[in-house]
């Protein structure tokens, strides 16, 4: 079909299929900005363009459908590298993150402008109502608009919504715009997908449709005939070695229990073959010829099943070790089944495959007995969390391709060493030919820390020699991903009358799913980023990770806390109202305090040995304090209507700032020749703002303007090794050696300057401006510009260019810590929760970035409110997710958000993290589910012990209608 | 898959498509939407969704509001945010579009494609059924005929839809949504009409859609509600059959059902002063 429209103001012309969205062709138009989220399911809004001038999704609109109308994308805002005021407004209030809608929330935000000046909080809601955003919560959308109105009436306005936090520094804790979100924003090409080039060819993936089965055979002859088919790889073409797809460092706690595409599939979605073709249609078309014959096997579906006598085993392959085999290995592999791969692990981690355990672990401290016995009550429940998926709004992408003898991956990722280094394992090559390129990255929330798209293009790339370019679909996101693993949580504590806790005990057990990722060490987090928030002298734990047969499990922003965390805050509360105490006064005697000595962290090591360590800083107590306050504790509010009961509820938080003694950052500083500095981090921005973490800890310590630093990241040829944006470490470790680089620079900057103004290096000091000045005693004080040091060395006569590298370490913990606090209506009648108010104040130490850790609080607590009320993958009884889209699996949007949402932070002064900070981000999803609960309590006296708390659930529960077998 | 487009010029050639085997495009909404296909895949017979002809009628003149007294006539291609936007519709009506939970949809969906789909979870479909809607058509022959939206969804007609009309736009009418967040599925869809004359009720038109393969009028409620009778949520639950599914259990929809109908009949007497 021929189309002529009007685009942008020009008219155009172009040749359309008749089954091609707009998306597409507007994409294929060289308009990046219009992107595809779910795949014409027409609900996340990142295909926005103003159709006549109306907001509508490019994806449900047939591209045909454009002939004669009038499209304007967010190209049309700006004027020539000037953004509009509707974009430059987004950025000041801190609204662009992960950014890959950020375009379209510009347009939807231009057209509720253009049609109502002066909107109230409904019009907002309304007008933005078509946008899924998961980086930041919503809240911050409503500054944006009221900022972006009153610049449209006085162009000067400022923002007065952000915060600033650290008097005594120049950079740190001050509001300022990061720049991949000014190119987000404008629709520039940041992202994988675009980097693909005409000649690339696409992989499709054919998917299992049985939870457990054996491929008794495949024929891929009528595939491989397809015209435009390159090539189709099934089981019998890969490498034959078995990996673990955690992005973790080597050597990981995860087993290697999986191959590139294995002849056993363990979950409905699990890789079957893999096609490599022209374009689509040819992909799609080979994938419909490709004939399997499967054996099919009973499947294993959750953690009873797992542990049944006699259960049908998973992985029941050989079992390896590269250290510490047990010395029963071979009585172990008596009965496993040589056909299968191998389950390797690197070290002993708890592992019993021929039990389905993945992973367990098991610790201590005190006498947990002895606390029981002396305690006046002890509470013990039983807590379950169902698997949820991390969706982030540009879906895993990848594009590989072979540059001479080298393979470059161009990714959407958060560990892009971690990805180098597995992908050049799995193909067998030096890592020196692999270069990893980590685009800008539209979300990822832990489902990009694991290598689950890489690995496959990749290898198809090298094997084909062919640019290989991949996308998931939304529904591949939800069965050939990594989801958040269902955990089943037994809590047992013990207290004395007077409150004081005698005695704590945690059972995690977590359905691993089919393969290993993280199976050690999240539900580990769980304890470890729970039980410490209280102290307690007698406190033990048992963790179990049980494999299954449903889509495979990994990393999530909280990893294990905020599952783990939510039956203890949950126990807690009802232990308190067991020994007649008031909640909060309750949690207020026995919570961690500021050089509290953590002594269970000897026995939670992560993967490590652990040791006792102090809470250094701790700012919960103010958290608390303040947070009582906002929300009026202890005063009860009643509603007119009799169906309605309103509670409050409130939980406390804690998590770490990277994993002290596992994690490395490194850092490049180089002077420029006229004094301007290139900074080359190995941390990987995920749209978290981390590069301007980087630069403004070279700036501070530079006491040069930001503008000065340029952050050259995520390119593993140009950057020194950093382990990835997982376990909250960007800002603690990533910051520090940024910050390590500049002090070294400083460094090497005097002792250059003290031999051209013959003086000592330490009698010189850098000046704000980029000046070193000083002089030996006696003489006039000399200065000099870094830019006149920059000629000096790097001139003829010179020493060379002055560059710095430096690393960060430490054993030293830091903890961000929080309470959050709920308001909710519970209505009895419909069983519908309402949030109305939430608070969530939280100590990050020296905030860096505020508007950005402010987004990263707000979108925290929206996705873990969502965890709550509304997301679920729902399975059947054969392991097919039945969920598969953002609609049916429930996200929130803006419509949900708590009707009074407020995030503060509490400044507190962290001794190890670096100019005072802490990581702020993943903790913020820790608290939500416990404090709906404990306030559904305090309105309805129900417990609820699973989330999420459905309507459905809730009436089961009062008892209006009949609990359903779940 | 859309396998072939055509931008119809007029009603005749519309029609000369549609007996072609082509079926009609309105917004697109539906027609394009990736989860439209799943669901229509696995519950009705109404959609072919692997290979699709479509006709778009985008050209046409059949967009617009225009009220006489109380009589309302929207023509089918208008746009469901327009009919959330019209003050001369009723809060009811408006309401019900503004249901759709998204701007963008509403600015490309129309009446006319939201019947036409004939989802069992319009939100459309209940509320002009409780204002005893009639729609103008065009049969495939190219006869016009007029019928009611019951027939329409009952019968799974496939006429062209010209216009809806509304007889009386006044009556007392309550529209009903129940969903689990902003984004979610309905599991309540539902709609409440009473025609009162000097105080008294001479008819009582209830339809919800979640809870049968289509929307339904709910007759048992309504001939309760004509005899004077109480106890609303107890005609309810024994009169509908809704299935249980990933929204919730078949105790939990016919509960939600009764519970949330009931009060919307109860407002709409209310309203009704009766």
Known sequence: VKIQFILNGKSVEHEVLPAESAQVVLQRMGIHSVRNSDDSFGFAGSDTILLDGRTVGANILLAAQLQGRKVETVESLKNGRELGIIQQSMLDAGCVQSGYNSPAAALMIHDLLKRNPRPEKKDIEDALSSMFNRSNGYRQFFDAVALAAARLEDSGKKVDTVPSYAKNLELIGKPKVKKDAQRMVAGEAVFVEDRRTVNSCVLRVLRSPHAHAWIKSIDTSAAEAVDGVVAVFTHKDVPQKVYSQAGQGFPEPSPYDRMLISRKVRHVGDRVAAVVAENDAAAAQALDAIKVEYDVLDPVLDWDAAQAEGAVLVHNGEIEYIAGAPEDLKAINKDTDRQEEPVLYQFPIGGDPRKNIAASVSGGIGDLEKGFKEADAVVERTFETTQIQCTPLEKHTSLARVEGDRLIIHASTQVPYHLRRIVATLLDLPENKVRVIKERVGGGYGSKQDILIDDLVAFAAWKTGREVYQQYTRKEEFIGCSTRKPMRITVKLGAKKDGKLTGMYMKVESNQGAYGAHALTVPMNGVSKSLPLFLCENSAFDVIAYYSNRPPTGAYQGYGAPKANYALQVAAKELAEAIGMEHYEFVEKNRVREGSMLEILKILGEGREGKAAPAESCGLGECMKQGAEMIEWGKKVESSDPNIKIGKGFATIQQGSGLPGLDMANATLKMLGDGSFVLQSGGADIGTGLDLVCAKMAAEVLKIDMELIHVDSGDTDIAPFDTGAYASSGTYFSGGAARNAALKMVEKIKKEAAAILECKAEELEILPGGIVKGGSAGKKKQEMSFQKLAWHTQSGEGSGQIVATASFTTEHFSFPYGAHFAQVAVNTRTGKVTVQKYYALQDAGIPVNPEYALGQVYGGVVKSIGHSLYEEMKFDTAGRCLTTDLRSYGVPMIGDIPEDFEARLIETDDPYGPFGAKSIAEISVNGAAAALANAIHDATGLWLRSWPFSPQKILEELGTIKAQRR | ?274
Request: charged residues 25%; neutral net charge; glycine residues 8%.
């Open chain 2, 1 to 274: 898959m859309i396998t072939a487009f055509h931008l119809a010029e007029s009603l005749e050639e519309a029609l000369e498509y549609r007996r072609k085997g082509y079926d009609y495009l309105a917004g697109g909404t539906q027609v394009n939407n990736g989860a439209f296909h799943e669901w229509t895949k696995k519950s009705t017979k109404h959609w072919d969704g692997d290979s699709v002809k479509v006709v778009s009628l985008e050209s046409l003149d059949l967009q617009g509001i225009s009220r006489e007294g109380k009589q309302v006539h929207i023509g089918s291609l208008t746009r469901l945010q327009d009919i959330a936007d019209s003050e001369d519709l009723s809060p009811a009506l408006r309401k019900a579009a503004g249901f759709i939970p998204t701007r963008n949809i509403r600015n490309l969906a129309t009446i006319g494609g939201n019947i036409g789909a004939n989802r069992r979870d319009s939100y459309i479909i209940p509320t002009l059924m409780a204002y005893g809607a009639r729609l103008e058509c065009l049969d495939e022959q190219g006869a016009k005929v007029l019928v009611s939206c019951e027939d329409y969804v009952s019968q799974e007609m496939k006429h062209l839809i010209l216009k809806v009309r509304i007889p009386d736009i006044t009556i007392p009418c309550v529209t009903v949504k129940e969903s689990r967040s902003q984004l979610a599925l309905a599991v309540v869809s539902a709609s409440v009409g009473l025609v009162v004359e000097k105080g008294i009720l001479k008819e009582a038109r209830v339809a919800a859609g979640c809870v049968s393969k289509h929307v339904i009028r709910l007759t048992a409620l309504e001939r309760a509600l004509e005899m004077g009778r109480e106890g609303y949520e107890e005609v309810l639950s024994t009169s509908i059959s809704p299935n249980g599914d990933i929204l919730g259990s078949t105790e939990y929809k016919r509960y939600i059902n009764s519970v949330v109908i009931a009060d919307a009949v109860r407002a709409c007497k209310e309203e009704a002063a009766l």
